[in-house]
């Protein structure tokens, strides 16, 4: 029984590097052309990316469209995304008397707009506090002539 196993393994290992090195060739091979359609997207929000920001600064920003640029500073449209707002508000726990937070996730989900609605904004500008978080996520954009990528998401806390 030894010689049989001994025997099987010398075959499966005869085998793979045939095939390691076919498989290696053919990706180098391919390796110049995926550099040479490799795109690098980055997201913004107006003029912002991802970061902890004021208040009185994203309030100003709540009209702004996301704009999506390549590494060549191409503008691409945005298809569609998704919103979500990490609303926290403070209470005193009855059971411990110590001060807690309440956290609540709102959202929302936008198609062929690059912008949030007016009944976003207007939401944003009544309740937006210190320590909100505003999440910008599932970008995707129109890349011509009919290609949909999907771009780094976005980030924001109010501070």
């Known amino acids: 029984m030894i010689s049989v196993a001994t025997t099987a393994q010398q075959k499966i290992s005869t085998g793979k590097p045939a095939a390691k090195a076919a498989a290696v060739a053919k990706t180098s091979s391919t390796a110049p052309l995926a550099k040479k359609t490799d ?94 978080e505003l999440f910008f996520s599932n970008i995707v954009v129109k890349y011509p002539p009919d290609k949909y990528y999907q771009v780094p998401d976005l980030h924001f806390v109010t501070r």
């Open 39 to 132: 795109l690098r997207f980055r997201s913004t929000w107006g003029i912002y990316l991802s970061d902890s920001i004021p208040r009185p600064e994203i309030l100003k920003n709540l009209d702004q469209n996301l704009v999506v640029r390549d590494q060549k500073n191409n503008k691409y449209e945005v298809v569609s995304f998704e919103f979500t707002y990490e609303q926290k508000t403070p209470y005193i726990n009855d059971s411990t008397n110590k001060p807690s937070t309440y956290t609540e996730y709102l959202g929302d989900n936008f198609k062929n707009t690059a912008h949030l609605s007016p009944l976003w904004v207007n939401k944003l500008k009544e309740s937006l506090q210190r320590g909100d």
